[in-house]
Structures are given as C-alpha cells and as structure tokens.
C-alpha cells in the first residue's frame, strides 16, 4: 500500500485536523508558554521589535518614543532577532507551516494573479499593522491571549473585529468579484 | 448537461466560493462545475457549500497544492 493511501497519514499529514483538536492543542500551548515565559502568544508585537531594531541600526534611536515608554517594550530594545523569543517564534511559524505543506505534497508558490491583488495586499497589510497596535495585538495576541487572560480588551476587540469583517467582505465582494 | 470551468486558481478564500457561487446560479440541472483551486481552504468552505445545497461533490488532486472541484447541479 502506498503510504499516500494510509488512513493514519491521511489523517494526520494530508488532511487538516478537525477544529476542536486545533483548538485543545493551542490552549494546550498558549498555557505551557505562559508557565515558561510569563506572557501568552501574541505574534505583531516581534515585528514593531524588527522594525525598531531596523531603525535604532539604520536611522536612529527610537527609546524617545512615546510606545517605548513600558518598560517591556524598551527592554525588547536590546535584544536581537535570535535572543528574542517571540521573534523565534514567528520563525517558528513560518518553517511549522512549510514543513507540513511539504509533509502533505501541498506546497506551492501561487502566481500572482492581478495588480490589484498586490495594491489589496499591501493596504491591507499597513491597514492591519497599524490596527494591531492600536488595539494591542492580533487575533492572537489580543483575542485569543486577551479573552483567555480574562481581559476586558480581548472583548472589545472581538466586537470590533466583527464590524471589521464585515466592511472587509463588502469591500472585497466589490473590488473582487 | 454541460460542463463548466471556474479558473480561481491564485485566489485567496473567501474568493473561489463567492465565484462559485455566483457563477453556479447560472447553470441548470445536471450540468457539472468544476472549480480549480490552489487554496486549502476553498477546499473545504467549497465543496460545503455545494453538499449543504444538497449537489454532488467530488474532489480530486491534480497536483501539488492544486484541486479540482467537480460539482453536479441536482436540483
């Protein structure tokens, strides 16, 4: 029997795994690295950490700035991309996600397919980027850390999230479709 | 009994379903689209979709990262 017809590999490797098993395992997660670390996944905090690095090196320093007035983000100032635990594990990420496309034969580099695709891709990436920090995280860190963490913000950030999908999915239903 | 193509290929969800579904209002009974996909996830909110409307479904892998959905209009 060739290995691609193996229930087991189907189940596991080739096939997605059912929510509710997704689920357990992130919670599952989530709590063994707030035990190790001290503060929940978030993912969009490392990458304003990447960008100050960037312009501390480049441009100037940034530690006059008013969100680098906490004391956890000024200390994020020092470090590096690899003494950086939420930088490795964006990384983490990346190479979790190509390994198990490989694993399922499913890996593809997708063409692009209009111009209008990449103008919606990069507004939409500026629009999320500064959203994340205007709201204090992502879907990760301020909804799923956030609501399991029993902060007030985490909600808010739900409704709103909401409100945000559904002008998001009429907008694209008229520049897309 | 005609039988329809639907290019999404290099579409990101939820694009490929609100193309198929657009497209298939147009069909009639019997006639068959088939939709091609490179986005795992159309090959999951696609083809349930189709089955909660009660057509037949069938999917098949035409190569890496690459499906294509054939569903038959029933009713």
């Known amino acids: ?13 080739k096939n997605a795994w059912p929510y509710t098993v997704g689920a357990v395992l992130l919670a599952l997660l989530n709590i063994t690295l707030f035990i190790a670390n001290g503060s929940p996944w978030g993912v969009t905090t ?7 690095w960037i312009h501390e090196t480049l441009v100037g320093p940034v530690r006059d700035w008013v969100y680098f007035n906490n004391p956890t983000h000024l200390k994020a100032l020092d470090l590096t991309f690899f003494t950086h635990g939420g930088s490795l594990m964006n990384l983490g990420i990346i190479i979790g996600a190509l390994f198990t496309s490989l694993a399922a034969s499913q890996f ?20 999320m980027g500064y959203g994340t920090r205007i709201a204090f995280g992502c879907n990760i860190g301020a909804f799923f850390s956030g609501v399991a963490s029993f902060s007030l913000h985490g909600w808010v ?3 709103f999230i909401f409100a945000g999908a559904w002008i998001g999915s009429k907008l694209l239903v008229k520049f897309f479709m | 009994m005609a039988e329809y193509r639907l290019d999404c ?14 497209k298939f209002a147009g069909l009639n009974v019997g006639d068959v689209l088939i939709v091609e996909i490179d986005h795992s996830c159309a090959m999951k909110n696609v083809p349930e979709w189709a089955r909660k409307e009660g057509h037949n479904v069938e999917i098949e892998e035409t190569g890496d990262g690459e499906w294509e959905i054939y569903i038959e209009k029933a009713k």
């Open chain 1, 1 to 13: 029997m060739k290995l691609e017809e193996n229930k087991y590999f189907k189940a596991v490797v």
């Open chain 1, 46 to 52: 490392p990458f304003v950490y990447w960008a100050a």
């Open chain 1, 108 to 127: 593809k580099i997708r063409k692009i397919k209009s111009f209008r695709q990449v103008i919606a891709a990069i507004v939409g990436g500026l629009l």
């Open chain 1, 157 to 159: 950030y739900t409704i």
């Open chain 2, 9 to 22: 290929l290099g579409e990101a969800c939820p694009v490929p379903l609100l193309k198929t579904q657009k």
